[in-house]
């Protein structure tokens, strides 16, 4: 099985993380990371134990948090939604995980209320990332409020601190945060690697659907992650513990994701998704090329057969689920440093990625309509 920029039409293999990879329909993408795949994850057990201990500082974190928490609601044809949404900027851009919503300016796109406390905001959404359903927004009402920073999730270590900075859901209700740890990471879902890896906390999210969208904090109270989903441990028969004495558990996307929508959205007026034109094989633990494509930026950056990858864009790889994360977060457009071991000498090259053509485009919103550069072949029409 390998990881190939260019796949053909009805390939089967990995699901993708989009530098492209071999799949069996673009279809089945857009809602990998919904809530009810990573519950299954979830119980699929093989988690290690909670640790005790975390300090008590989440009533200073949530002092400072708080006042950038909002309601997201969303009217559609279908019916309404509500989520946990946190301001990121000053000037009323905010993020929430949003399914069932289009972007402003598209057809059929939602009403979108913004709500804190019980203050109404006439919102719109940005822009939205398909593969996770994490959508940036603005309420120009909320210009003004102190934003919550976005933080690096990448440089938060297994067993780190973190709270879910989650609103009042009202009914007295005051808001509050959990405190838990952060896990580590997950990659894969049924052996196919995630679209982009996703924190996996130990916390115990209070029940109900308030909580989605929260921002996971870190100690100096930056967000290094959204909330997706939470599960309930249930106790083992004869003990308080949960499956397998396992903790309660939680899934976050990572801070960065936002980041790249907002890049994305700022150049080229919706998400876009990278094409490199390189193949790994996804059966060894080296992240070493088997084939470059002709005329892709592979190419152009000069990657060979049998180089293998060390870092992109600054993100040390170590296995080919590291390139594919690594990859997720790149801008069509923007160059990325490239560092390699081909043979026994160190190399560097720069990769101009240009955009995959496999999933439909999103639509530009406001005005963002640049004159893009002619992409590259279509990978439809490669054997």
């Known amino acids: 099985m390998s990881f190939n920029p260019v796949p053909p039409p009805g390939a089967g293999g990995t699901l993708s993380r989009i530098p492209p990879t071999k799949v069996k329909s673009p279809r089945r993408r857009p809602r990998l990371l919904a809530c009810a795949a990573l519950a299954a994850l979830l119980l699929?057990?093989?988690?290690?134990?909670?640790?005790?201990?975390?300090?008590?500082?989440?009533?200073?974190?949530?002092?400072?948090?708080?006042?950038?928490?909002?309601?997201?609601?969303?009217?559609?044809?279908?019916?309404?939604?509500?989520?946990?949404?946190?301001?990121?900027?000053?000037?009323?851009?905010?993020?929430?995980?949003?399914?069932?919503?289009?972007?402003?300016?598209?057809?059929?796109?939602?009403?979108?209320?913004?709500?804190?406390?019980?203050?109404?905001?006439?919102?719109?959404?940005?822009?939205?990332?398909?593969?996770?359903?994490?959508?940036?927004?603005?309420?120009?009402?909320?210009?003004?409020?102190?934003?919550?920073?976005?933080?690096?999730?990448?440089?938060?270590?297994?067993?780190?601190?973190?709270?879910?900075?989650?609103?009042?859901?009202?009914?007295?209700?005051?808001?509050?945060?959990?405190?838990?740890?952060?896990?580590g990471r997950e990659h894969e879902f049924r052996s196919a690697p995630l679209p982009a890896s996703v924190l996996r906390l130990h916390m115990a999210v209070p029940p109900g659907g308030g909580a989605f969208g929260a921002p996971i904090l870190d100690r100096t109270g930056a967000a290094i992650g959204i909330l997706l989903v939470s599960?309930?441990?249930?106790?083992?028969?004869?003990?308080?513990?949960?499956?397998?004495?396992?903790?309660?558990?939680?899934?976050?996307?990572?801070?960065?994701?936002?980041?790249?929508?907002?890049?994305?959205?700022?150049?080229?007026?919706?998400?876009?998704?990278?094409?490199?034109?390189?193949?790994?094989?996804?059966?060894?633990?080296?992240?070493?090329?088997?084939?470059?494509?002709?005329?892709?930026?592979?190419?152009?950056?000069?990657?060979?057969?049998?180089?293998v990858i060390k870092s992109i864009a600054g993100r040390a790889v170590r296995s080919y689920q590291d390139v594919v994360d690594a990859c997720y977060y790149l801008t069509p457009g923007d160059p990325a440093p490239i560092a390699l071991l081909r043979g026994l000498e160190d190399a560097e090259a720069s990769i101009t990625p240009a955009e995959q053509t496999v999933l439909a485009r999103p639509k530009p919103i406001e005005g963002h309509n640049p004159d893009p550069a002619p992409p590259p072949p279509n990978p439809n029409d490669v054997e």
């Open 231 to 307: 599960i309930k441990a249930e106790p083992a028969a004869g003990s308080g513990a949960g499956p397998q004495g396992g903790p309660d558990l939680a899934f976050a996307l990572p801070a960065e994701i936002a980041q790249k929508i907002l890049r994305d959205y700022e150049k080229l007026g919706a998400v876009r998704y990278p094409w490199l034109g390189f193949e790994l094989d996804a059966g060894t633990t080296t992240p070493a090329i088997i084939a470059v494509k002709e005329g892709s930026p592979a190419a152009a950056a000069g990657l060979r057969t049998g180089d």
């Open 44 to 183: 699929a057990g093989g988690h290690r134990p909670a640790v005790a201990g975390a300090p008590d500082d989440g009533g200073a974190l949530w002092a400072k948090a708080s006042p950038a928490l909002i309601r997201v609601e969303r009217q559609t044809a279908q019916g309404s939604e509500v989520s946990t949404g946190f301001l990121i900027r000053d000037d009323g851009t905010f993020v929430s995980v949003i399914s069932g919503v289009k972007a402003a300016g598209e057809s059929g796109a939602a009403t979108v209320t913004c709500r804190r406390g019980d203050a109404a905001f006439p919102a719109r959404i940005l822009a939205i990332d398909p593969q996770t359903l994490l959508a940036v927004g603005r309420a120009d009402g909320l210009a003004g409020t102190a934003p919550i920073p976005l933080g690096e999730s990448w440089a938060a270590d297994a067993g780190a601190f973190a709270h879910a900075a989650i609103p009042s859901a009202g009914d007295g209700d005051p808001g509050r945060c959990t405190p838990g740890r952060i896990a």
